[in-house]
């Protein structure tokens, strides 16, 4: 079972900032495409930003332009900046591989609150 750590969530107005990390064994970062999720208050996930192990980017239309994806490989680390957020991009956020369909498990993610 892979070990997927998110840290740096937490409560911010509108408009702020955050950076989310993501640390997880070395190969994992090395063989697969990564990527942040949002869970809202249902149980279903949003794909937010990919990056893959090209360091080529992708992100949904409301991230664009407001979220970047990076990743440390030295350090295993994927992170989430995120800027000018709203109150629609509370959530609980994950990383893990992507596409979906690889995900053996999830990490305990880390939540994110926006206010307004």
């Known amino acids: 079972q892979v070990q997927l750590v998110e840290s740096g969530g937490g409560l911010v107005q509108a408009g702020g900032s955050l950076r989310l990390s993501c640390t997880a064994p070395?190969?994992?970062?090395?063989?697969?495409?990564m990527g942040w999720y949002r869970q809202g208050p249902g149980d279903w996930r949003d794909l937010i930003s990919i990056?893959?192990?090209?360091?080529?980017?992708y992100y949904q239309g409301n991230a664009k332009g407001r979220f970047t994806i990076f990743r440390d490989v030295a350090k295993n680390t994927l992170y989430l900046q995120m800027n000018d957020l709203r109150t629609s991009d509370s959530g609980t956020y994950f990383c893990?591989?992507?596409?979906?369909?690889?995900?053996?498990?999830w990490g305990q993610g880390t939540r994110v609150t926006v206010s307004s």
């Open positions: 893990n591989v992507v596409p979906e369909q690889k995900i053996t498990s």
């Open positions: 070395e190969s994992f970062f090395k063989q697969n495409a």
């Open positions: 990056i893959n192990t090209v360091d080529s980017t």
